[in-house]
């Protein structure tokens, strides 16, 4: 099922959770190879398919990189909505006059 974020209104796609079966998991709309940790399951009939997510962890994340799988990175991530904006880096110290 594909809808947008409620928070920064980006295209997501919907994911079954296989280890919660009450949970559901936003994704990108496409693959990432670098930064996905999703590994996509189908199952039905085309007209009536659902789509589980397994999110991967430790090995079996590098194993499905180093194979080149599909790998979606979960919303959540980088949704845009939920980060700060331009962040002070973290190696910046400010050096601001007391008030007094």
């Not at 947008?4 to 998991?25: G, N, Q």
């Not at 589980?52 to 194979?67: M, P």
């Amino acid at each position: 099922m594909a809808s947008e974020c409620k928070d920064c209104h980006a295209p997501v796609h919907w994911c079954k959770s296989m280890s919660r079966e009450d949970r559901w998991i936003p994704v990108d709309i496409s693959p990432d190879p670098e930064l996905g940790t999703v590994r996509k399951h189908f199952s039905g009939p085309v007209n009536g398919r659902v789509v589980y997510g397994e999110v991967l962890k430790g090995s079996d994340l590098d194993a499905a990189r180093a194979d080149g799988e599909r790998l979606w990175i979960r919303h959540s991530e980088i949704c845009t909505a939920r980060k700060p904006y331009n962040p002070r880096p973290a190696h910046v110290q400010l050096d601001l006059p007391n008030r007094t």
